[in-house]
């Protein structure tokens, strides 16, 4: 489990990063998008980069995936989002504050999963009795 830090110029932008890691960095989102104070954020990772930011952010936002540290990294290196994605370490001093600076933060709006919740694919073209799952994911409305 990741701790992911997003800082940009607008809401706009941090939802499109957010879009990208998930379409394209193929990153499970575990929690809620959480809005993080900008100047926090930029001190943050003014601490972790060891070196003074060229811009500052207007908006910042974190959440956890279900990827560990290494792999996350690895996935926010192939894509290009439009925002400042850091992934946050435990080894990093600010870690436990930004965890709990999460707790109380209000959730960033307009965020909204593409990824389904119930993935598996169904084989519609046999009846409906007879259906098999290729996935035990999809539970829903088969199973009765």
Request: glycine letters at 4%; hydrophobic letters at 40%.
């Amino acid at each position: 489990m990741a701790l992911i830090l997003i800082r940009g110029e607008n809401n706009t932008k941090l939802l499109s990063a957010i879009a990208d890691l998930e379409r394209h960095g193929n990153l499970n989102i575990i929690t809620r998008p959480r809005v993080i104070d900008a100047k926090f954020a930029d001190s943050l990772v003014e601490s972790i980069l060891n070196s003074t930011l060229r811009t500052k952010s207007n908006v910042a936002t974190a959440f956890f995936v279900e990827e560990d540290t290494t792999l996350s990294i690895i996935q926010v290196k192939k894509i290009h989002p439009p925002a400042h994605v850091v992934v946050v370490s435990d080894e990093y001093d600010g870690y436990a504050r930004l965890e709990n600076l999460m707790d109380d933060a209000a959730y960033l709006s307009g965020y909204h999963s593409h990824k389904a919740k119930n993935e598996g694919m169904i084989d519609y073209k046999i009846k409906a009795k007879d259906r098999v799952l290729k996935s035990e994911k999809l539970n829903s409305y088969l199973k009765k």
